[in-house]
């Protein structure tokens, strides 16, 4: 390659797989192989204020090659943008099987920024991400996130009306999964009773009802869900493994 050219992705791909060169840094990554990108948080449900942020989460698919060096692809990266995170794509498949609700929430956000074709094929099996399993998630961790606010109340911290808002959207987008076998990103039909709760109008004994009842719902839906026991995991390993063998002579 002359001296004064910039290498193109290619060409730095070819280097970072040579026994010689270290591997491609992690921003690069994020910039040459980022097969989707889209906008969650506030923006996606709907529930965006003047001061809201554009969240931004991404999947890149590492080319193959990387993962024949001792010193692996990083499982994530942070940026470039302010308030964009980015999964690598087998790591984001892991969490998404496991019905974690932040990375399945990047499948069904309505704000697509980017996406290739590898990205496409990603969206197309979705669903075979989806189980029973999402239940137990988006209840335990909006629990979790109760008793933490809670806790703090019985402290006299002040409450977290934002995080609690948003604890709240999360048990509405979990319902609507379990009901109904696709996952709820965008909650605008409740955005003024949400807002509510986030600037402090709304009494912790009505939240605490709210909450409850979003619950006792998700608990009765669990038994008649029309989503599967399991994922489909074979579905997604297929995808991963046909990623990464056309990436080989990418």
């Known amino acids: 390659m002359l001296r004064g050219i910039r290498s193109t992705p290619r060409e730095r791909l070819r280097q970072a797989a040579s026994v010689n060169v270290g591997p491609l840094e992690p921003l690069e990554l994020v910039r040459d192989h980022t097969i989707l990108s889209v906008v969650t948080g506030s923006r996606a449900y709907g529930l965006a204020t003047d001061d809201s942020d554009v969240d931004r989460r991404g999947v890149y698919a590492a080319p193959a090659p990387l993962f024949w060096r001792f010193a692996k692809p990083p499982t994530h990266v942070d940026g470039p943008l302010p308030e964009q995170f980015s999964w690598e794509l087998e790591r984001f498949c892991e969490l998404a099987l496991a019905a974690n609700p932040t990375v399945l929430e990047c499948l069904w956000s309505p704000l697509v920024e ?77 955005r003024e009773r949400l807002l509510a709760v986030r600037r402090g109008e709304v009494a912790w004994a009505e939240i605490e009802r709210w909450r409850a009842s979003l619950s006792a719902d998700l608990d009765e839906a669990a038994g008649r869900s029309p989503l599967p026991a399991e994922p489909d995991r074979a579905t997604v390993e297929g995808l991963l493994a046909s990623v990464r063998r056309r990436s080989i002579d990418w």
């Open 114 to 190: 980017k996406v290739t074709p590898a990205g496409e094929e990603l969206l197309a099996v979705r669903s075979a991400f989806l189980s029973r399993h999402a239940h137990r998630t988006f209840v335990h961790y909006a629990e979790a996130q109760f008793r933490k606010h809670e806790n703090d109340l019985r402290k006299g911290r002040a409450p977290r009306w934002k995080h609690i808002m948003h604890m709240l959207r999360l048990l509405v987008g979990g319902l609507h999964l379990v009901r109904h076998g696709e996952l709820r990103v965008d909650v605008g039909d409740l």
